[in-house]
């Protein structure tokens, strides 16, 4: 969703720019059609080849991998148009490419899907250094933020914490989105409350669950 999407995002431009080589990797399919690409709507690069593609045998690595216009030291790749993708996740293939960029990267940052509506996050998170949880407010539940946690620690992949956003409308084209939230417990619901406001801005070049995992 969103969330991941933005967290994701800002986690590979913010490393970016402090000098690392990044590559953001697109893994979470969109919830609609709306939702589609978001990674390429945010950072200026084309939607397809991507990850599914490559993971199908019908394009190379190499040839899906695309530098952010904005920040010279991020590449990208989306989720890709193989449609057929979600399976994929979990195979070898998967784990072949994710070896093959850390040799040449110094950090490979993965927009993985919700441990609450797929097997293929916590398949993710095996082949993760660490995870960091993407939490939507008055979105996201109580049991599914205990869940998320417990699965990693199953897979034994440790989780440096939890980024708390409000709830947010499909991720924007060419927006930065500046967050400030005052967060708490609403003890008669299992929601995550906040108050707080989102502010976006036109500038392109910082934008950036749900686990979002650094490897």
Known sequence: GAAATLVAANLAAAMARAGAEVVLVGAHHPDSLQDAAPLARL???????GLSDVLAGKVALADALQRAPRVPSL?????????SAAGLLQSQALRDALTLLRRHDAYVVIEAPSTASSADAQSLARLADAAILAVELRRTRRPEVADATAQLSRVGTPLLGAVVLPRLAPVPAADDADIAVDADWDEDDDRVEARGDTRADSR????????AAAA
């Open 43 to 49: 950072f200026g690069v084309a939607a397809t080849p």
């Open 75 to 83: 590449h990208v790749i989306t989720t890709g148009g193989t449609a």
């Open 204 to 211: 392109a070049d910082s934008r950036a669950e749900e686990p």
